[in-house]
């Protein structure tokens, strides 16, 4: 089985909807990382969390991680066509704060 | 934040050549760099470790003789593919590790990555 899990694995919803994005790790969380990338292209990074309960928001895009449940979830409100593509968790399961397992990714439609 | 470079962003090689991808932290020391590969509809896999003046740390799996890197200098490191064939057609992308200040631990950084093509 994955070390890391993200559901949904795809998801389209119509412009306007808020959104969940769910990443479960099957290991301890030392950090979690996410990503957003359009096919074919590097990672953007959107944010890190580290502490248990942590949350951080930039602009619609919120991030929660809870450590005991070794799960994070990303909620975008009021989902935009800008933000279409693949959403992708990063964990750091070995507590080195670099090397980074990857979840299978989340790909995002954002329809009219 | 912190700016990893990689070059080229897309390369067609002919099979049996070999295919350079650098990869280059711009603004910052980068003592460990991290290579990626992501096969399509796929997550990122980590291929090796890469540490500046030693040996790079390949996962379980990835032949170190197939995938040659070299971290000589404290802003770049190497991925290059020897003798490709079409199998390794991929997505490769390097990150690297940034000291984000006192206290408030690293971050890793991401390259825009190379898309691999051989013909």
């Known amino acids: 089985s994955q070390e890391l899990e993200q559901s949904p694995q795809s998801l389209i919803v119509q412009e306007g909807k808020n959104l969940t994005i769910n990443c479960t790790s099957s290991?301890?969380?030392?950090?979690l990382y996410w990503y957003k990338q359009k096919y074919g292209e590097g990672l953007i990074f959107l944010m890190m969390?580290?502490?248990?309960?942590e949350e951080k928001s930039h602009e619609k895009i919120t991030a929660k991680l809870d450590e005991k449940k070794q799960q994070s979830s990303l909620h975008i409100t009021a989902s935009q066509p800008s933000h279409a593509g693949i959403y992708l968790c990063?964990?750091?399961?070995?507590?080195?704060?670099?090397?980074?397992?990857f979840g299978t990714g989340t790909r995002l439609q954002v329809t009219l | 934040g912190a700016v990893v470079s990689q070059h080229p962003s897309r390369v067609i090689c002919k099979s049996g050549t070999s295919v350079k991808i650098e990869c280059r932290s711009l603004?910052?020391?980068?003592?460990?760099m991290f290579w990626y590969r992501q096969f399509p509809k796929k997550s990122l896999m980590l291929m090796a470790t890469?540490?500046?003046?030693?040996?790079?740390?390949?996962e379980q799996g990835v032949e170190k003789d197939k995938f040659l890197i070299n971290h000589a200098s404290l802003t770049l490191s190497t991925l290059t593919v020897t003798s490709a064939h079409p199998e390794d057609s991929s997505f490769y992308i390097c990150?690297?590790?940034?000291?984000?200040?006192?206290?408030?631990?690293?971050?890793?950084?991401f390259g825009q990555g190379t898309r691999l093509t051989v013909v």
């Open positions: 990150s690297a590790r940034a000291l984000l200040g006192r206290g408030h631990g690293t971050e890793a950084f």
């Open positions: 969390l580290q502490k248990g309960g």
């Open positions: 890469s540490n500046e003046g030693s040996k790079a740390t390949y």
């Open positions: 290991k301890t969380l030392y950090g």
């Open positions: 603004d910052f020391q980068a003592t460990t």
């Open positions: 990063g964990a750091d399961t070995a507590g080195t704060a670099s090397k980074l397992t």
